[in-house]
């Protein structure tokens, strides 16, 4: 936890979200601002900054973020729709939020450009 990170604070249940599913030291939950019928952001409750801190979750965290990044797409319908999932890491890729989560959107055709 790290007490100046917004997504820990949503760990940690002090700020709501609508979460969609828990487990296996993850958290599911829908985009304040969504780009899509379906946009859910996964995170691993275990604060590292982005991508590029991903050496500070254990080769099992890192396994279990994939399965349950695939479980949610299939919990929330898209699986045979299709459904597009990105990270994004520092100033170029416009991360506003210093807590790794992946994109989890669908539910329409999605644009090239997103
Ligand atoms: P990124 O630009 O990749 O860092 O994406 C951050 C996402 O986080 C962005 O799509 C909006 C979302 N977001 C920001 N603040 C909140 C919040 O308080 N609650 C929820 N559910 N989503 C948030």
């Not at 994004?88 to 329409?108: C, E, I, K, R, Y």
């Amino acid at each position: 936890m790290t007490d100046d990170c917004l997504f820990c604070r949503i760990v940690a249940g002090e700020i709501p979200a609508d979460v969609v599913r828990r487990g296996d030291g993850m958290l599911a939950f829908r985009d304040i601002a969504p780009k899509a019928p379906v946009h859910v952001l996964v995170i691993p409750e275990r604060h590292v900054h982005s991508i590029a801190g991903v050496d500070g979750l254990d080769s099992d965290e890192r396994a279990q973020m994939l399965a349950f990044i695939a479980d949610v797409a299939a919990q929330e319908g898209i699986e045979e729709s299709g459904y597009r999932v990105t990270t994004n890491h520092g100033p170029d890729a416009l991360q506003s939020v210093f807590h790794l989560h992946w994109h989890v959107m669908g539910g329409t055709t999605l644009s090239e450009s997103m």
